[in-house]
């Protein structure tokens, strides 16, 4: 057999539920038009026993196990019995366009759910098969990635996928994250950075060490929690589900009286009152509510999985679309988490430059982000070298460091004396603590001889996420470990309406039930990691991280990039899912009952209440399609 006759019959398999109503309704139409030339003959009756069978069987098949497996009537079921009870009194032609447009319907619902399921699919086929892997020889051999072991060395030539999670040994290159993040700017790679599976190395060859099993990359861990997230069903989908069975058996009781008690109270005729009975089985049937819902939330789910945004499920999207406050941690998620130099101070008559050298002298022996950020500033400044120093650690304090037999004491005030800082520049330091900044000094014997000052800075996306929730009406909220004039200082900057400093993750915790009691729905934004209390405790749990495994496992919505500006995005996706959702509802429940009432007053006859059911049905399905088209 040849690729494409496969091919051909694997797209029919995908398609078969559409190509049996396509030939039932053929079927119908050779029927109808022999029984105006020749009359219901026997052929007649065959070809539409023939049109219910081929259309029907699929949707009888799966009421009647769903029935068996839940112990529970169905909406397939009520159709089912409609066809039958149409060719019982002889509307063979009704029943069997019944059974064509539920089968077209049902049909429709399954490329609806086929769609939204479409991302998660895209992203399966971007995991790589096989690998390059390294010998110890330089050579290299193409395994499958399912052979690959933590350690291993891969080589990815430029425009091959990263097979697996590491981190790079050799080569700087690009690689496309838009996959993992959302994100379309590729991003340089250099040693030591991380690169995860399912990304594109765009421009160079490079080394990486793998550094996690292929069942515990970023990646696959992706791809396993949207496909939990489709299938978790939120409070509005689970009622929806309840309520579809004893509705069934409250349609099936009223069919059974309308069998009897319209002929005797309203003098209809046993046959009318059969056929609107069966009528009336077609159109009080719920599969307009039932597609209310699913479709809407899993589009939502998918485009927000598209834009780096991973809803843990249906529930999440539903809180997240009520929320009335949101709390945010400090370090790493309103700002850099990195501090930055921001003034550089030297006493009267003294170098800028040759200070500089010493001060990036000393704190360049220094791990601590503090010295790492002085030294960072003092290359920026093009000093390229820096004084030789003899250091000594002084815990808590500083550092001291002996440069040309002189030594220097560099660290907080009360390491090189109190009066000395108020004296230094007319108390400088006090005017830039009240800044929100952190102050450290270089002095000798002397006097104090320089002053640095270095600040966490605002992310300028946090700036923009906080003033669009603010015009949503949305409380914002800073919780930070941080004293009380650094929290006010960040706050004012980032735009935060209330900042609560000096917290530690029990009082996070506290901060966070104290505004669900006046709020009742409310998130928490952090990395993670020392927010995870937080997280679990608001009710809607927001991690960052650049998709760490914490901020997978911990929250009920991933952002994979710290890009606070997702979060508005979100919460407008949610918003506008809920209004589907109702839309859906409102237009579905007043289709039926418009459908319910003409039956009464027998306008309504069996085609046209096909019709009337099953396209609202498929506007329902449609209009919850359209999340598919919204962008984070």
């Not at 209310?292 to 997240?320: M, N, Q, Y």
């Not at 430059?353 to 003092?378: D, R």
């Not at 998709?547 to 890009?563: I, Q, S, W, Y």
Request: charged share 20%.
């Amino acid at each position: 057999m040849t690729k494409t006759n496969e091919s051909l019959i694997e797209k029919m398999k995908i398609h078969h539920e559409m190509i049996a109503a396509l030939l039932s309704g053929v079927l119908i139409l050779v029927a109808w038009i022999l029984s105006k030339n020749i009359g219901e003959t026997t052929l007649v009756v065959v070809l539409y026993l023939a049109a219910f069978i081929i259309g029907g069987f699929a949707k009888a098949k799966e009421g009647i196990e769903e029935t068996i497996k839940e112990k529970t009537l169905n909406v397939e079921l009520l159709m089912i019995l409609a066809a039958i009870g149409s060719a019982i009194i002889g509307y063979w032609t009704e029943g069997a366009i019944l059974i064509f447009i539920f089968a077209v319907s049902g049909a429709m619902e399954t490329y609806a759910m086929n769609k939204s399921h479409k991302e998660i699919s895209a992203l399966m086929d971007l995991q790589p098969e096989v690998a390059n892997l390294l010998l110890e020889d330089g050579t290299t051999k193409r395994v499958q990635v399912s052979e690959l072991q933590v350690g291993d060395r891969l080589f990815i030539k430029p425009g091959e996928r990263v097979p697996t999670d590491g981190v790079v040994v050799e080569g700087i290159s690009t690689i496309d994250e838009s996959a993992i993040t959302g994100e379309s700017i590729p991003v340089t790679k250099q040693i030591q950075n991380e690169v995860f599976s399912g990304t594109v190395n765009l421009t160079s060859t490079l080394i990486v060490e793998m550094t996690k099993p292929n069942t515990d990359s970023l990646f696959s861990k992706i791809i396993e929690l949207v496909q939990s997230a489709q299938s978790e069903k939120s409070p509005s989908e689970q009622f929806i589900e309840r309520f579809e069975g004893t509705y069934v058996k409250i349609v099936l009781a009223v069919v059974g009286l309308m069998l009897f008690l319209p002929h005797y109270l309203l003098d209809w005729d046993w046959n009318t009152t059969f056929y609107r009975a069966m009528v009336l089985l077609v159109v009080a049937s719920p599969c307009a509510l039932v597609a209310a819902i699913t479709p809407a939330t899993l589009s939502a789910i998918s485009s927000g999985a598209r834009s780096g945004v991973l809803f843990k499920g249906g529930l999440h999207i539903e809180h997240l679309s009520a929320l009335r406050a949101i709390a945010f941690d400090k370090t790493g998620t309103l700002t850099q988490g990195k501090p930055v130099v921001t003034d550089f101070v030297t006493a009267d008559g003294l170098d800028e430059k040759e200070l500089l050298a010493m001060l990036a002298g000393i704190e360049s022996q220094s791990n601590h982000p503090l010295a790492i950020a002085i030294t960072t500033y003092a290359e920026e400044q093009n000093v390229s070298t820096f004084r030789k120093a003899q250091i000594e650690d002084m815990p808590g304090w500083g550092l001291k460091g002996t440069i040309d037999g002189t030594v220097y004491q560099v660290g907080k005030p009360e390491f090189v004396g109190f009066e000395r800082v108020h004296a230094f520049k007319n108390n400088l330091a006090d005017q830039l603590t009240n800044e929100g900044k952190t102050v450290i000094f270089m002095a000798n014997d002397e006097e104090i001889v320089a002053l640095v000052a270095l600040k966490d800075t605002v992310r300028e996306q946090s700036k923009l996420a906080i003033q669009q929730l603010n015009e949503m009406g949305i409380h914002t909220v800073m919780l930070t470990g941080d004293n009380h004039n650094t929290a006010n200082v960040i706050a004012k900057e980032a735009g935060v309406e209330q900042a609560i400093a000096e917290c530690l993750p029990d009082t996070k915790v506290k901060h966070v039930k104290e505004l669900m009691e006046e709020y009742k729905f409310v998130g928490m934004v952090g990395d993670g990691i020392n927010d995870a209390p937080a997280l679990a405790t608001a009710t809607t749990g927001i991690a960052m991280g650049e998709g760490t495994d914490v901020a997978l496992e911990t929250a009920d919505v991933v952002l994979m990039k710290n890009d606070l500006s997702k979060i508005p995005h979100a919460i407008k996706l949610a918003r506008k899912m809920q209004r589907i959702v109702k839309q859906n509802i409102i237009f579905s429940i007043s289709i039926i009952m418009l459908l319910v009432i003409s039956n009464f007053l027998q306008i309504v006859n069996l085609p046209l209440g096909v019709i009337g059911h099953e396209g609202s049905t498929i506007l329902v399905i449609l209009n919850g399609l359209r999340m598919l088209r919204t962008k984070i």
